[in-house]
């Protein structure tokens, strides 16, 4: 059992390039999550998924898409970096009461 | 608005003495409230949760947090600090819609030896 898996770990674009963050889970959780962790701003919701086929808009949705594959799958596209992505992405995933547990995060570097 | 404050950024302590980590909270209904603990490089990890029933809860690693209804805080505890605590402490609050889970800024513990 693996709990929340992400990839890539840590990740280097130039502006303007385009990548995607991937995240699975093992536990069979309805909901997902995707937040980004900035110093001294905690973390802030980008984008959730209630359920397989739906996602919706967290607090900082801009210059980010998500695609919920399946019910495991939960990725996270930057479709032109900019370096105020530059941060530390986390992906999470939830029980019917709404705890959530975590992954080990992707810390990505925009130049 | 919903929001969470941890009005600590940094707190020292020294090992073996007593710990309590502030959380604030402001929530329109009834609040489920979480600790998590991240050390350097890692992911969060829970450390404890209050759904409802006794305020005082009890969590992983003999943490402790007491939730105050009337003073909106769910301060976070522990008796004795060892220096594997050295880490950084998140409070946070949701509801029954899991799209209304808000975080706080956090709290960097440092341990003296």
């Known amino acids: 059992n693996a709990g929340v898996t992400q990839t890539p770990k840590f990740q280097v674009l130039k502006t303007g390039q385009s990548m995607t963050l991937q995240c699975a889970q093992d536990?069979?959780?309805?909901?997902m999550y995707w937040y980004r962790q900035d110093p001294g701003m905690g973390l802030r919701l980008i984008y959730y998924?209630?359920?397989?086929?739906?996602?919706d808009k967290g607090e900082v949705p801009n210059g980010y898409n998500v695609s919920r594959l399946n019910k495991r799958e939960f990725s996270l596209r930057l479709e032109s970096a900019a370096p105020s992505q530059t941060s530390v992405y986390f992906c999470?995933?939830?029980?019917?009461?709404?705890?959530?547990?975590f992954g080990p995060g992707t810390r990505l570097l925009v130049l | 608005a919903q929001s969470v404050t941890q009005p600590d950024i940094h707190i020292t302590v020294s090992e073996g003495a007593s710990l309590e980590l502030r959380c604030n909270y402001s929530?329109?209904?009834?609040?489920?409230l979480f600790w998590y603990v991240q050390s350097p490089g890692q992911g969060l990890q829970l450390l404890l949760k209050?759904?409802?029933?006794?305020?005082l809860v009890q969590g992983i690693k003999g943490f402790e947090a007491e939730f105050k209804r009337s003073q909106s805080s769910f301060n976070l505890r522990k008796p004795s600090v060892h220096w594997s605590d050295a880490a950084e402490y998140f409070c946070?609050?949701?509801?029954?819609?899991?799209?209304?889970?808000?975080f706080g800024s956090g709290t960097k513990l440092n341990v003296k030896p």
């Open positions: 999470a995933s939830s029980d019917v009461q709404e705890t959530q547990y």
């Open positions: 536990m069979n959780h309805n909901s």
């Open positions: 998924s209630a359920s397989e086929g739906t996602t």
């Open positions: 929530y329109g209904a009834t609040p489920y």
């Open positions: 209050y759904f409802s029933g006794d305020t």
């Open positions: 946070a609050v949701g509801g029954n819609n899991f799209n209304k889970f808000y």
